[in-house]
């Protein structure tokens, strides 16, 4: 029963290789700079709802805002966005961010030096991980807005100065 298991995933896994070199994705112009435009707009406005957030006091001045030393905004924010946080602000990230950006100039330069099934499998994974960024960033804005929604709710702060009231 093991060995036929390791047949098949082996199998699979071969399939899985053979499609992605048969698919013969290509990079154009047009796409990598719309998708570079777009990772870095996703990038910015991202950080912009964070720097929003993390600046979001909501009306701690009239409540203590620290208790035995500890910001409790800050707190609630590290809890809320903790792995989003790290994620972002880690090496590996921006080794990425870089290789994606950098990706079709490099390939311009060099892909000579690979066969056209390295660059097929190359193209594949600069789709996959401009994919995987921009769902990374639209769960990274969810949190986001759970952080707000749980520190309005944490402080108890609505804020009514534009509301009639009759």
């Excluded at 707009?41 to 001045?61: E, K």
């Excluded at 203590?64 to 946080?85: D, F, P, Q, R, T």
Aim: include cysteine.
């Amino acid at each position: 029963m093991e060995g036929e298991t390791n047949i098949i995933v082996k199998t699979l896994y071969i399939s899985i290789i053979k499609f992605i070199s048969d698919l013969q994705l290509t990079i154009d112009r047009g796409t990598y700079l719309t998708v570079i435009i777009g990772l870095l707009t996703v990038y910015a406005v991202a950080l912009a709802f964070y720097q929003f957030t993390a600046s979001f006091h909501g009306g701690t001045g009239t409540r203590a805002g620290a208790y035995l030393g500890i910001n409790l905004v800050e707190y609630h924010m590290k809890k809320g966005l903790g792995i989003c946080s790290t994620v972002i602000s880690s090496r590996l990230f921006w080794v990425f961010f870089a290789a994606a950006v950098l990706y079709k100039p490099i390939e311009i330069l060099f892909g000579e030096y690979f066969s056209k099934k390295t660059i097929f499998v190359l193209n594949f994974a600069w789709y996959v991980y401009c994919i995987l960024f921009f769902l990374f960033f639209v769960f990274f804005f969810f949190r986001c807005t759970r952080s707000v929604m749980g520190l309005i709710t944490f402080t108890g702060y609505v804020n009514t100065e534009g509301i009639s009231w009759g």
